[in-house]
Nanobody, 125 residues
Framework: VQLVESGGGLVQPGGSLRLSCEAS????????MGWIRQVPGKEIEWVAH????????DYANSVKGRFTISRVNANNRVFLQMNNLKPEDSAVYYC???????????????????RGQGTQVTVSS
């Protein structure tokens, strides 16, 4: 299983970024996927997830209405569009795979058994 994130960077408050994750080494279209984030010294936080066909999504309250998760199974990619970014969104963002195929993903961090190396998002003026 390999997950490679990209798209992070430095952005001003109110700005936007689009994170991308390229997956390989497993049947991508069978697994729910999520985005999680971590600030150094703080607990890792679940951000959003999408089911394997891409028909159902869920978001943490802190990002609902600002972030959108999507996927293109034909390209083995999952995305996180982040709008109206706030300084508190600053973190390392990880793409993560749910532990089992077909099952709808959950908000439980422990059920995401694979993650990428992460991409840094910094929101600052």
């Amino acid at each position: 299983v390999q997950l490679v994130e990209s798209g992070g960077g430095l952005v001003q408050p109110g700005g936007s970024l689009r994170l991308s994750c390229e997956a390989s080494g497993f049947p991508f279209n069978l697994y729910g996927m999520g985005w999680i984030r971590q600030v150094p010294g703080k607990e890792i936080e679940w951000v959003a997830h999408i089911n394997h066909p891409g028909t159902t999504t869920d978001y943490a309250n802190s990002v609902k209405g600002r972030f959108t998760i999507s996927r293109v199974n034909a390209n083995n990619r999952v995305f996180l569009q982040m709008n109206n970014l706030k300084p508190e969104d600053s973190a390392v963002y990880y793409c993560a795979r749910f532990y089992t195929p077909y099952r709808p993903p959950s908000r439980s961090i422990s059920e995401y058994t694979h993650r990428g190396q992460g991409t840094q998002v910094t929101v600052s003026s």
